[in-house]
């Protein structure tokens, strides 16, 4: 009997050890298991040791289940159990709430100019290999999402936005491998991948446009071709109508063997694809399920409002009055060549494609100020389009410091939130490969504040690659000149055009073309300030741009910057506020010195809502180095010491 007493016991003793062991297994491969796509890894971000409290359990004395006198394992794994429910129930709750709102309004987005970011293969270019050896600077960074410029088949003649391959990657960036390798990496890393789609032209050396030229069917209408209007005194054929190329000077080009001229709106090139030929909408949507297949988060689609162009070439665009260069892509009205109707269907059939796979992200450039043009890009609550157009607001807006005051960024800022579609969501651009850097156009003493416009507004921020570190526009010679765009306007005026003074290496450190390159000379020179702007300098200094890039990250996954709301207390000539407030929320107040002075800014006074006299400083721009500012300090907000272009973070107390 005794016996048979202890085997039981022993028997259930043992049934309990296995339980307390499967549910610890199970606890940890809950915590490891990575995370069904479209959903961001927060666990990676912050180890479970740092966010949990530990607790020493002394089994004797612990609880006592088998009541004979001392502590238990029963016991341990009773307690766990209830432990175990609660976490489980959270983890509940908190997946509900991630559902709601989409992993991209919830991460930034980071441009990456593929030949410019890293060069491992010592080409004097960058390359996919480059790229995915930083992904730990990039996680550490706190972006979320990768968006890739063009890496396919290319002749470069527009830095592959020329392309002749939509499928294949060029070899100066790599190879299928080595993408894949790329978008496996970050998936790991819990950062998406997203791919520039260039759906308007393709490369002259495209197989289908040779085919075109030869009229090889089905390609024979796969470009927009004309026959000339006649010929001109010295026997030149006349092109159908005015229009131009945004490259400046006739958007057509005479193609000898066709006998007819083909319509390009970028470089000759480049020919725009016929959108209304159903085989090319056809092949454009293999290009994205191609790409879809091996496993993007999403899609940045080029110079879409150039999809169409009215069927009737006969239509000449009217002049802009005023316009004084004829060859300039300004002086049209372009009525006929942008923006058409039909665009929009061509969106919404993608973005149909795109929701046959889940969470995928649209973003579309749309390149013009005309407001309601803009926001038709969005859809509506039946018909959804792009998740959002880029705003462009702050590139067109801050194009100097001329007319830089806290009333002119509010206007600015509030021209898109403003106008805002019920339900849509906003996103942030600084700059990127086809402007100069922010830093050169408004002033290095402003980097950190408009990273904290961009990364705290309500929207989704999207950085160009050395933004963070506040890459400056780096001298390019004529004789060093590449950018398409500058070489077509000569010497005499290259530099009021090229893009290639934004698109220099990534300055990683002091060493050698800035730690990016091995080669002897690289594709663009590299900025020398990068002996002292370089990530490297940046991490070991105490205070830096990319510092503060790093806290506004961790800072901006507070729900407060994710879902809360926005007001512009203070808008003066020398500041520009805004403040994110949310139930049972930590509020926040951002504030913004827009002049070039020093000032002392009396924010009680000047505020149109009711402020706390004191809020503590979370985080401030990197040239101040005032101890009264120092972060964790309280500051009085009616006498608030602000450096020239400053930016401050300040959290209001509980209770506002
Ligand atoms: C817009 C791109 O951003 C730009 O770099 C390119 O030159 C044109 N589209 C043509 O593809």
């Known amino acids: 009997m005794g016996r048979t007493a202890n085997t039981t016991g022993i028997l259930f003793l043992l049934l309990f050890f296995m339980a307390f062991f499967t549910t610890i297994i199970y606890l940890f ?104 050896s930083k992904v730990d600077y990039l996680r550490d960074l706190g972006v979320g999402v990768v968006w890739l410029s063009p890496i396919y088949a290319s002749p470069m003649k527009d830095f592959g936005y020329d392309i002749s391959n939509f499928t294949a990657i060029d070899p100066i960036f790599g190879n299928m491998e080595e993408f894949e390798e790329l978008v496996t990496t970050f998936h790991q890393y819990g950062l998406k991948v997203v791919m520039d789609f260039v759906p308007n032209h393709s490369s002259d050396q495209h197989e289908w446009f040779v085919k075109s030229v030869k009229q090889e069917d089905p390609y024979t209408d796969y470009y927009i071709w004309a026959n000339s209007k006649g010929t001109d005194d010295s026997g030149s054929p006349i092109p159908p109508n005015n229009w131009l190329s945004v490259f400046r000077g006739s958007a057509w080009e005479w193609n000898e063997e066709r006998g007819q001229f083909y319509y390009h709106q970028f470089l000759a090139e480049q020919p725009d694809l016929n959108f209304r030929s159903q085989a090319v909408k056809e092949e454009m949507k293999t290009v994205l399920k191609f790409w879809l297949e091996k496993g993007v988060d999403g899609f940045r689609v080029d110079a879409i409002l150039h999809l169409f162009e009215v069927e009737d070439l006969s239509l000449d665009e009217p002049e802009v009055p005023g316009s004084e260069n004829p060859e300039d892509y300004a002086s049209l009205d372009h009525i006929y060549t942008t923006d058409l109707p039909e665009t929009l269907n061509v969106l919404q059939e993608w973005r149909h494609l795109l929701d046959q796979y889940p969470d995928k992200l649209l973003m579309v450039e749309v390149y013009t100020d005309k407001i309601d043009v803009l926001m038709k890009y969005y859809g509506n609550e039946t018909i959804p389009l792009a998740d959002f157009p880029f705003n462009f607001l702050l590139i067109e807006r801050l194009k100097d410091r001329s007319q830089l005051t806290g009333e002119y960024l509010r206007d600015a800022v509030g021209l898109w939130l403003d106008n805002l579609p019920d339900g849509k969501w906003a996103s942030w651009v600084l700059g990127n490969h086809d402007v100069g850097r922010v830093s050169s156009r408004v002033g290095e003493d402003l980097v950190d504040a408009l990273n904290m416009l961009n990364l705290l507004l309500p929207g989704t921020p999207v950085t160009y690659y050395g933004e963070e570190i506040g890459m400056q526009n780096t001298f390019i010679s004529w004789e060093d000149t590449q950018d398409p765009l500058g070489c077509r306007w000569g010497p005499e005026h290259y530099q009021e055009y090229s893009r290639d003074p934004a698109r220099t290496p990534m300055q990683w450190d002091n060493s050698n073309f800035a730690g990016f390159s091995d080669a002897s000379e690289t594709w663009l020179p590299v900025n020398p300030n990068y002996k002292t702007v370089n990530v490297a300098a940046q991490i070991m200094a105490q205070a830096s741009h990319l510092k503060v890039y790093q806290e506004l990250a961790v800072l901006r996954k507070d729900e407060v910057f994710l879902k809360g709301n926005v007001t512009f207390p203070i808008i003066t000539e020398d500041i520009f506020s805004f403040l994110r407030f949310l139930d049972n929320s930590n509020w926040y107040l951002v504030v913004i010195n827009t002049s070039q002075r020093s000032v002392e800014a009396n924010l009680l006074q000047d505020s149109i809502q009711e402020l706390p006299h004191k809020a503590t400083v979370v985080l401030r721009s990197t040239s101040d180095t005032s101890e009264s500012t120092q972060p964790g300090l309280e500051v009085p907000l009616d006498k608030l010491p602000l450096t020239s272009g400053e930016g401050m973070v300040l959290l209001l107390p509980p209770g506002n």
């Open 29 to 132: 491969s809950r915590s490891f298991r990575s995370e069904a796509p479209g959903e961001p890894i927060e666990e990676l971000a912050v180890p479970f040791w740092k966010t949990n409290i530990i607790l020493q359990v002394y089994p004797r004395s612990l609880y006592d289940a088998i009541t004979d006198g001392t502590g238990d394992l029963v016991a341990v794994s009773v307690v766990m159990d209830v432990r175990l429910k609660r976490s489980l129930s959270d983890s509940h709750r908190k997946t509900a709430k991630r559902k709601k709102q989409p992993w991209w309004q919830r991460e930034i987005i980071y441009q990456i100019y593929p030949r410019s970011f890293l060069d491992v293969k010592g080409k004097g270019t960058g390359g996919l290999k480059g790229i995915t």
